[in-house]
């Protein structure tokens, strides 16, 4: 069964660099998103992408924020210049499979780790 | 805006009880409805959904779920829970026409034997 994968697993960063966290959709999904869980808090959107624009973003992706998918398979979240607050479990999803667009499909997460 | 009560943050059970998650949505408009699983150390996944039709929806691993238009109410049962469903249970909420899911906080399921 086709799945969303993201990578890496885990990162640790210094406050103020900057990470990218990459994921792969399912194949022929149309519409891409991320959500972040902060340790104990409920699961937040962050953006939805489509046809390679944001189409919805949340008050959370400001501009330190930015998504791209450079090619035909990754989708990737880049935080600029990361803060302590960032450190959470990012979530990829897709979806977008005819007569199944409304259900979005989320990869395992990565866990950042902001010191 | 749409919101999304999960009011029971732990829910301990002994295996092979029933059990039922609640879940309660505010919104003015019509919204699609989730159950999301998620195992410790794990992912999201998809548990059950409704988008129309039959109001009572069934899931992965025995679970299902009843749609309350006139309570907005969403509750997920299982009849006898086995310890392997031990996880968080999300209860999400998306507009019609939108993208953006709502969750609520989440509900984590105890079971013991």
């Known amino acids: 069964e086709p799945e969303v994968t993201q990578t890496p697993s885990h990162q640790v960063t210094q406050m103020g660099q900057e990470v990218i966290l990459r994921c792969v959709p399912i194949s022929n999904h149309l519409y891409f998103y991320w959500y972040r869980q902060i340790l104990g808090q409920k699961v937040e959107f962050l953006v939805s992408?489509?046809?390679?624009?944001?189409?919805?973003k949340s008050e959370i992706f400001d501009d330190q924020f930015s998504v791209e998918r450079p090619d035909g398979s990754n989708f990737t979240l880049k935080i600029r210049s990361t803060k302590l607050e960032d450190s959470a479990m990012y979530f990829c999803a897709s979806s977008g499979l005819a007569g199944d667009t409304d259900t979005q499909y989320f990869g395992p997460g990565t866990r950042l780790t902001v010191l | 805006a749409q919101s999304v009560t999960q009011l029971d943050s732990q829910v301990p059970v002994f295996e092979e009880a029933p059990v039922e998650l609640r879940c309660n949505y505010s919104s003015s408009v019509s919204v699609y409805l989730f159950w999301y699983v998620q195992y410790p150390n794990q992912g999201l996944q998809l548990l059950l959904k409704?988008?129309?039709?039959?109001?009572l929806v069934k899931g992965i691993n025995g679970f299902e779920a009843e749609f309350n238009k006139s309570q907005t109410s969403f509750h997920l049962r299982k009849p006898s829970v086995h310890i392997s469903d031990t996880a968080e249970y999300f209860c999400a909420v998306i507009l019609t026409g939108f993208q953006k899911l709502v969750f609520g906080t989440g509900t984590r399921l105890l079971v013991s034997p």
């Open positions: 992408f489509y046809n390679n624009e944001i189409s919805e």
């Open positions: 409704y988008l129309s039709g039959s109001t």
